[in-house]
């Protein structure tokens, strides 16, 4: 099953960013530099709160 994107919202400024669930890298916040998401070899382990699911279609 092919992943899908999340929009999370940052826990220290509640900026929103997209993301891949399944990300292998290390995901920062782009305004504050908060990690968002770490790479588990799976889904990532996700910090913040899932605002929203983008599936593909």
């Known amino acids: 099953m092919p992943g899908s994107f999340v929009t999370v ?5 509640e900026n929103e ?3 891949f669930e ?6 920062a916040c ?3 530099g908060h990690t ?4 588990t ?3 990532a382990d996700i910090e913040g709160e899932v ?4 599936e593909a279609r």
Not at 9 to 13: G, K, R
Not at 51 to 54: G, H, I, K, L, N
Request: a neutral charge.
């Open 36 to 39: 968002l998401a770490r790479p």
């Open 17 to 19: 960013q997209t993301l």
């Open 9 to 13: 919202a940052c826990p220290d400024c």
């Open 51 to 54: 605002t929203d699911v983008v």
């Open 41 to 43: 070899g799976g889904k």
């Open 22 to 27: 399944k990300a292998a890298t290390d995901v």
């Open 30 to 32: 782009a305004v504050c």
